[in-house]
Every structure is written in C-alpha cells, then in structure tokens.
C-alpha cells in the first residue's frame, strides 16, 4: 500500500521557522520525483518545490526561493522542507506528493500557521 504521511506543520509567528517531513512507504521512493504542494485556505492549490530523482536537482515557487529548502533522503525514504523566515501569506495546508511514470501519489497533508 502507497502511503505519504506528512508531519512537522503547527503554528507559528512571522519570522519562524518550521521543518516538514513526508514519510513514503509503498514505492520506490529514490525514483520518484518528489514535491511539496500548498492550499492556503480558500486557494487553489500552489506548487511550492520539487526534488528531482537521481542527480538531485530542486526547484522552487518564486514566492519561496531563498526562504524554504527542499530535501530528501532516500536511505529513509523521507522527504523534507525547511521553511525559514515564514510569512503569514505561508499559512496553507501543505501536501507532499511523488510522480513516477503514469503514477502520483499524495498525501493527506499538515497545516502550517502562521500568525501573530
């Protein structure tokens, strides 16, 4: 069974900082490209960074370039997001996701606050 268990999300003040975890289980995790997505309350959903299989290449939203920092450890088959200097426009419910040939898979997310 396919499974992607994000955690790490809970509440915090402008300037802070959080790190996000994705747990994958049920594939092989090394040759998936592997990516965090967000849906701020009301929003559609916005893509936010990418972890590219093999030579370790990564992307990100211009609205979180320099601040968030996408990585993945394919011994433990876990993705990660390091948020820094978050912004109260960050509050979203963050989704981690993996697409491999013909398959993606999602998870049920972790909702990240960010407010005074």
């Known amino acids: 069974e396919v499974q992607l268990v994000e955690s790490g999300g809970g509440m915090v003040q402008p300037g802070g900082s959080l790190r996000l975890s994705c747990a994958a289980s049920g594939f092989t995790f090394s040759l998936y490209q592997m990516r965090w997505v967000r849906q701020a309350p009301g929003k559609g959903l916005e893509w936010v960074s990418s972890?590219?299989?093999?030579?370790?290449?990564?992307t990100y939203a211009d609205s979180v370039k320099g601040r968030f920092t996408i990585s993945r450890d394919n011994a433990k088959n876990t993705l990660y997001l390091q948020m820094n200097s978050l912004k109260p426009e960050d509050t979203a419910l963050y989704y981690c996701?993996?697409?491999?040939?013909?398959?993606?898979?999602w998870g049920q997310g972790t909702q990240v606050t960010v407010s005074s």
């Open positions: 996701a993996g697409a491999g040939g013909e398959y993606d898979y």
């Open positions: 972890s590219f299989s093999g030579g370790g290449r990564t």
